[in-house]
């Protein structure tokens, strides 16, 4: 059985590694390739696969998880194979992790430790490192009882240990607890701190800027379509969770209209919960984005999995959005969606395009590579034109009154329309402008004082930037 010391390393890297699971009716997997995912996520934080092993139960086994009989076989394929950790395609209880190494000889790592490695080895900037470290002690604190045999008491009833140490004692346990819990406080704060600093810039940018969020499942080719459209830079490549920060970069729609272009961290199934409250923060320029752009890569066999999983997290955090939300004046709605068919050109024949756009309406089908203009090898102009039709609404000559005093609003509809006439009255400015209702509705969700008319003075109503016709007709249906 690993030692104290052993077992505190959870790291995987250059180790040979056995991967198992138990697969229970409402299993979430691939059924054509079981432990494709678990696998990949072994070799991106630097394992080498050499055996598997699963087994199908209606109910896991208390102690071991697996049956006995098939720890020792996964015992068996561990010493065959000279594997030093076994990684479990679920997650474990502590009690269950020291009963398998006591059984197999070997460290067990089931599947919210391993991302949590993957995670702390790709974080590169404060914020995530903090994030990270966070996720980890969440993780660890209730699982510290099976990661010790010294709980014996420090002093202990009339040991002897010089004055001042003698007395009931206190259990080493108990210690590492406190300091857990002292030290997770600590960075909670630290972080707090950094999200407010982010919270106060999204909601600066919003104002000024439609924003656009890419969001989908790691690896699906997010960063590969965020560089495309924007001069952004964002590390790609073809492994799990290469992108662990969002980045934030103007998209030039052509014919004087911008967009900010948000690449986000990448889904994957059943991501721990406390790895998820973490990286809330990492999400908060997707959630309170005007439209989110979900990319999914069909030609990967488990993508109807991964689309649920996206939309299952995004409903979570949505939900959770509404729930926070108590501003009286202004009710928040999640923003639009639309789905990105990616990697359209490694299907096998355009009837496989077919099923999905059929079972997604409205979706549309890209190629996130660049050709030679360096634009979407496909679907870049049906992509371009729902985003400024997001963006803008239909474009309507309208006299937009505002007080003088908000010059910030006037400067943002000069930039963003085609203004044509400007008229004084009093403290206020009426501007005839070329301009969708969407602008003006963005606008004024963002504080802004605004009435619109016609040109013949009738009253316009621009009470929603978010209308029904750019909800995504699949968003309600069972994919």
């Given at each position: 059985?690993?030692?104290?010391?052993?077992?505190?390393?959870?790291?995987?890297?250059?180790?040979?590694?056995?991967?198992?699971?138990?697969?229970?009716?409402?299993?979430?997997?691939?059924?054509?390739?079981?432990?494709?995912?678990?696998?990949a996520l072994a070799e991106q934080a630097g394992a080498t696969v050499v055996g598997e092993l699963s087994q199908r139960l209606e109910r896991p086994v208390g102690a071991t998880y697996m049956g006995s009989g098939k720890v020792a076989e996964l015992k068996g394929i561990c010493e065959a194979?000279?594997?030093?950790?076994?990684?479990?395609?679920?997650?474990?209880?502590?009690?269950?992790?020291?009963?398998?190494?006591?059984?197999?000889?070997?460290?067990?790592?089931?599947?919210?430790?391993?991302?949590?490695?993957?995670?702390?080895?790709?974080?590169?900037?404060?914020?995530?490192?903090?994030?990270?470290?966070?996720?980890?002690?969440?993780?660890?604190?209730?699982?510290?009882?099976?990661?010790?045999?010294?709980?014996?008491?420090?002093?202990?009833?009339?040991?002897?240990?010089?004055?001042?140490?003698?007395?009931?004692?206190?259990?080493?346990?108990?210690?590492?607890?406190?300091?857990?819990?002292?030290?997770?406080?600590?960075?909670?704060?630290?972080?707090?701190?950094?999200?407010?600093?982010?919270?106060?810039?999204?909601?600066?940018?919003?104002?000024?800027?439609f924003t656009v969020g890419i969001v989908g499942y790691t690896n699906a080719g997010k960063s590969t379509l965020f560089n495309t459209l924007t001069a952004g830079g964002a590390y790609a490549d073809d492994r799990l969770f290469a992108t662990l920060v969002t980045r934030t970069r103007d998209?030039?729609?052509?014919?004087?209209?911008?967009?900010?272009?948000?690449?986000?961290?990448?889904?994957?199934?059943?991501?721990?919960?406390?790895?998820?409250?973490?990286?809330?923060?990492?999400?908060?320029?997707?959630?309170?984005?005007?439209?989110?752009?979900?990319?999914?890569?069909?030609?990967?066999?488990?993508?109807?999995?991964?689309?649920?999983?996206?939309?299952?997290?995004?409903?979570?955090?949505?939900?959770?959005?509404?729930?926070?939300?108590?501003?009286?004046?202004?009710?928040?709605?999640?923003?639009?969606?639309?789905?990105?068919?990616?990697?359209?050109?490694?299907?096998?024949?355009?009837?496989?395009?077919?099923?999905?756009?059929?079972?997604?309406?409205?979706?549309?089908?890209?190629?996130?590579?660049?050709?030679?203009?360096?634009?979407?090898?496909?679907?870049?102009?049906?992509?371009?034109?729902?985003?400024?039709?997001?963006?803008?609404?239909?474009?309507?000559?309208?006299?937009?009154?505002?007080?003088?005093?908000?010059?910030?609003?006037?400067?943002?509809?000069?930039?963003?329309?085609?203004?044509?006439?400007?008229?004084?009255?009093?403290?206020?400015?009426?501007?005839?402008?070329?301009?969708?209702?969407?602008?003006?509705?963005?606008?004024?969700?963002?504080?802004?004082?605004?009435?619109?008319?016609?040109?013949?003075?009738?009253?316009?109503?621009?009470?929603s930037a978010r209308e029904e016709t750019t909800r995504p007709r699949w968003a309600t249906k069972d994919v």
């Amino acid at each position: 059985m690993p030692t104290p010391q052993e077992r505190a390393q959870l790291q995987v890297q250059s180790e040979r590694v056995v991967v198992a699971a138990v697969r229970i009716p409402d299993s979430t997997f691939d059924h054509r390739d079981p432990f494709g995912e678990i696998k990949a996520l072994a070799e991106q934080a630097g394992a080498t696969v050499v055996g598997e092993l699963s087994q199908r139960l209606e109910r896991p086994v208390g102690a071991t998880y697996m049956g006995s009989g098939k720890v020792a076989e996964l015992k068996g394929i561990c010493e065959a194979t000279n594997a030093d950790t076994i990684i479990f395609d679920h997650d474990l209880s502590p009690k269950q992790i020291s009963n398998i190494e006591k059984e197999t000889g070997k460290k067990v790592v089931d599947r919210s430790e391993l991302i949590l490695d993957i995670f702390a080895s790709r974080a590169s900037t404060v914020e995530a490192q903090l994030q990270v470290e966070i996720a980890q002690l969440a993780y660890t604190y209730p699982r510290l009882k099976a990661m010790w045999d010294h709980l014996e008491r420090l002093v202990g009833r009339g040991g002897v240990g010089g004055i001042g140490t003698r007395g009931p004692g206190e259990q080493q346990l108990e210690i590492d607890r406190r300091l857990v819990q002292k030290r997770r406080l600590a960075l909670e704060g630290e972080l707090a701190i950094i999200q407010a600093r982010k919270r106060r810039e999204v909601a600066a940018r919003k104002r000024e800027h439609f924003t656009v969020g890419i969001v989908g499942y790691t690896n699906a080719g997010k960063s590969t379509l965020f560089n495309t459209l924007t001069a952004g830079g964002a590390y790609a490549d073809d492994r799990l969770f290469a992108t662990l920060v969002t980045r934030t970069r103007d998209w030039d729609l052509g014919g004087g209209l911008s967009v900010l272009l948000s690449d986000t961290v990448g889904f994957v199934r059943d991501i721990p919960t406390h790895l998820v409250a973490s990286f809330k923060a990492t999400l908060e320029e997707a959630t309170h984005a005007d439209v989110l752009l979900i990319i999914l890569d069909v030609s990967d066999p488990a993508a109807e999995i991964q689309f649920k999983t996206v939309n299952r997290v995004l409903d979570e955090l949505f939900e959770e959005l509404a729930k926070s939300t108590h501003d009286e004046d202004r009710f928040w709605e999640p923003p639009p969606r639309v789905v990105l068919l990616n990697k359209v050109d490694k299907l096998k024949d355009n009837s496989e395009l077919l099923v999905w756009q059929k079972k997604l309406p409205g979706s549309i089908a890209i190629s996130a590579l660049p050709d030679s203009q360096s634009r979407l090898s496909m679907g870049h102009d049906e992509l371009v034109t729902f985003v400024r039709t997001a963006a803008l609404g239909d474009i309507e000559e309208l006299d937009v009154t505002l007080p003088l005093s908000d010059s910030r609003t006037i400067t943002i509809i000069e930039k963003q329309a085609e203004v044509l006439d400007r008229t004084y009255d009093g403290p206020n400015v009426t501007l005839r402008a070329r301009i969708g209702r969407r602008q003006l509705a963005r606008l004024r969700s963002a504080g802004a004082r605004i009435e619109a008319a016609t040109t013949d003075g009738k009253r316009v109503p621009i009470e929603s930037a978010r209308e029904e016709t750019t909800r995504p007709r699949w968003a309600t249906k069972d994919v």
